[in-house]
């Protein structure tokens, strides 16, 4: 047997991926500077027509991060004061946040045991006449069963608008997700799949009309310039971080297969073992944007594993129903015990295109020796 390597394992390295691109970015930097175009330049309308390709959705429009999305795609369905958002409480504050940001009433529902998913079979029973959407979250990459999901809005009244932050490239019967709800939502957040070297963000559609209310949103709902009829927002993407995008989206395919490549590798060494490795979807890709496992004892093997300077991260430690800000929606301890389950169980390992074999074979010696 090899001697395992025991040098530290980052949770995620970017500066190999940017070594890789630094030329080409710094080179359409250059460019955008000699053009004098920053802002909804040629980068961005390129940008945009190359991700609605990709992920199979006629318009996608670009935008500051993947909070702003989730605000525009609420605000173009018209959501507000009185209505109620259905969604998990097992995902990134953001995801609940911009129900509350627009005035509507995030009402959370459990999720899945098997993939920390919204728990589709649930959704009906909370369905009230103020029920205006759902907000599905495609955890650490995989999939909802969104043809499960679809089945349970399909009279129409009821939106979806996907929370594809953590899930670009992932699909569900061949249709990616994004182009399954009335909208999709993208962070380009650095450490995403599709991730820039700063904030940005995208909506995707495939009605017209949401595209065109996004589009006026996200520029201060100007119909001309200087002329508004509707509060905005300021939330447009940068030129340079759009030609950055754009030279990534070229070869992300082989990024999302090394981030498979890496969860293959850990789950062949932690099968059979006390650790709860994610499930795959039944009918679709999971993209591995976190590689979030179950552990008795979770808060000693997160300290055995800083202790061997492996990064980890505890993804999510508090469910949002609990959060002190819901505080008045008045849930409490044991209502949602999946949910609640998954925050004390969950250790998310490091996973990014370039770990190493040798890398993960360090991870799991530490995982399995501090079980
Ligand atoms: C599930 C989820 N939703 C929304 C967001 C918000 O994206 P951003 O950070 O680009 O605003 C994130 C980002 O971390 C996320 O993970």
């Not at 920390?116 to 999939?143: E, Y």
């Not at 569900?172 to 995403?192: D, I, M, N, Q």
């Not at 589009?215 to 950055?244: C, K, M």
């Amino acid at each position: 047997m090899p001697e395992i390597d025991r040098r530290p394992v980052p949770y995620l390295d970017l500066t190999i991926q940017f070594r890789r691109l630094e030329e080409e970015w710094l080179g359409s930097i250059r460019d955008t500077g000699a053009n004098g175009t920053f802002i909804m330049g040629p980068n961005v309308q390129a940008f945009e027509r190359e991700f609605a390709d990709y992920v199979g959705a006629p318009h996608a429009i670009a935008v500051a991060n993947g909070t702003d999305a989730l605000v525009l795609s609420l605000r173009a369905l018209g959501i507000g004061a009185g209505d109620e958002v259905i969604t998990t409480p097992y995902t990134f504050f953001a995801s609940a946040e911009v129900v509350t940001l627009v005035g509507a009433t995030p009402v959370f529902v459990d999720i899945d045991p098997r993939d920390f998913n919204l728990a589709v079979d649930q959704i009906a029973a909370r369905i009230t006449p103020r029920t205006r959407a759902i907000l599905p979250v495609h955890l650490f990459g995989c999939p909802v069963d969104l043809a499960a999901l679809m089945k349970v809005v399909k009279d129409g009244d009821v939106k979806v608008i996907e929370d594809c932050a953590q899930a670009f490239g992932a699909d569900h019967r061949g249709r990616r997700v994004g182009a399954w709800g009335e909208l999709g939502c993208f962070s380009f957040y650095p450490t995403k799949v599709l991730g820039c070297y700063g904030d940005g963000g995208m909506v995707t559609t495939n009605d017209h009309d949401l595209a065109e209310r996004v589009r006026h949103l996200r520029n201060h709902g100007a119909t001309a310039p200087f002329v508004h009829d509707t509060i905005g927002y300021n939330s447009r993407l940068d030129e340079i971080q759009a030609a950055l995008l754009r030279i990534k989206l070229r070869t992300i395919d082989e990024a999302i297969a090394g981030r498979r490549r890496v969860a293959a590798a850990y789950m062949e060494r932690l099968q059979d073992t006390a650790v709860v490795t994610p499930r795959a979807p039944e009918h679709g890709g999971h993209v591995y944007n976190l590689f979030t496992v179950r552990v008795p004892r979770r808060d000693h093997v997160r300290q055995s594993l800083l202790d061997a300077a492996i990064g980890c991260s505890v993804c999510y430690p508090l469910p949002l129903h609990l959060q002190e800000v819901y505080r008045e929606l008045c849930y409490r301890p044991g209502d949602l015990p999946v949910s609640e389950q998954a925050a004390a169980e969950c250790v998310s390992l490091p996973i990014f295109p370039e770990l190493q074999e040798a890398q993960i074979d360090r991870v799991c010696e530490v995982v399995l020796g501090s079980l």
